[in-house]
């Protein structure tokens, strides 16, 4: 069964920082597009960062600079480095996978981000 799976979420202090890791399930992983997003309490869901199979990465303009995107193709997985989070930032974080030849769009369940002023 096709999955993704999101890890290092947590609570931590404004100024600090967190990794989250997201393992995927699929075959060929390096020509998935792999992102993260987050949605806030009462909001919605919005796009964090992206990066290509060929290591081209995009990032939202209120992360950019503090957030860093990376793959490690040989082990099925992406990372989001967060550094100087701030109560802003607090969020459930999604692994998300896309590959346009398979017509698959994959969402990981989740990881709770709480950052404390």
């Known amino acids: 069964q096709v999955q993704l799976v999101e890890s290092g979420g947590g609570l931590v202090q404004a100024g600090g920082s967190l990794t989250l890791s997201c393992v995927a399930s699929v075959t060929d992983f390096n020509i998935y597009l792999m992102g993260w997003y987050r949605q806030a309490p009462g909001q919605q869901r919005e796009l964090v960062a992206v990066?290509?199979?060929?290591?081209?990465?995009d990032y939202a303009d209120s992360v950019g600079g503090r957030f860093t995107i990376s793959r490690d193709d040989a082990e099925n997985t992406v990372y989001l480095q967060m550094n100087n989070l701030n109560p802003e930032d607090t969020a459930v974080y999604y692994c998300n996978a896309q590959n346009v030849f398979r017509n698959e769009n994959l969402w990981g369940q989740g990881t709770q981000v709480t950052v404390s002023s």
């Open positions: 990066i290509t199979g060929g290591g081209n990465t």
